[in-house]
């Protein structure tokens, strides 16, 4: 299985905005972050935006952050939010012309692994691939006063888990 690099992007994007909480996010920043295409972005916010998974801002001062907490957000669903409309093989498309429609096992089979990939990614909520990574942050904190506080955040909760 490969994911496709609006998947990729999604999940670049959703990190971004998660290490970077208390700032509305521009495109700009995380194509620079990513090292992505503004314009292929762009189709990924305005996705991500639509699913309910960014809150976007028009205008000047506009751009997105997370529509609700990082540790609310699925890996799973912002999979399959981008996965989903393109068939894993020719005989989950609409218009298979697969000469063993009709009799190939496989297909049932491979239903089955696709979803145990996904189900496998639901428990796995963005804030779990953030929270205290500080290799994370640093290549994608957008200013050092994001770094700091999440630094602090990430040393108190270190010292709360030995007491």
Known sequence: MRLTTRTNLA???????????DRIVRKSDVAVA??????HLA????????SGFITTMRGRHGGFTL???AEQISVGDVFRTFESDLPFIECFSADNTCPLKGVCRM?????????????????????ELVDC???????????????????????????????
């Open 11 to 21: 999940l670049r994007t959703l990190m971004v905005c998660a290490v970077n909480p």
């Open 34 to 39: 990513i090292n992505a295409s503004e314009n």
């Open 43 to 50: 189709q990924v916010v305005n996705q991500l935006g639509q």
């Open 67 to 69: 529509a609700r907490p």
């Open 107 to 127: 297909s049932a089979h491979l239903t089955r692994a696709v979803e145990a990939f996904y189900a496998s990614l639901d428990p796995l909520m963005l804030g």
């Open 133 to 163: 990574n500080d290799g994370l942050e640093a290549i994608l904190s957008l200013d050092e006063g994001t770094r700091m506080a999440r630094a602090a955040h990430c040393t108190h909760q270190g010292s709360a888990r030995v007491n």
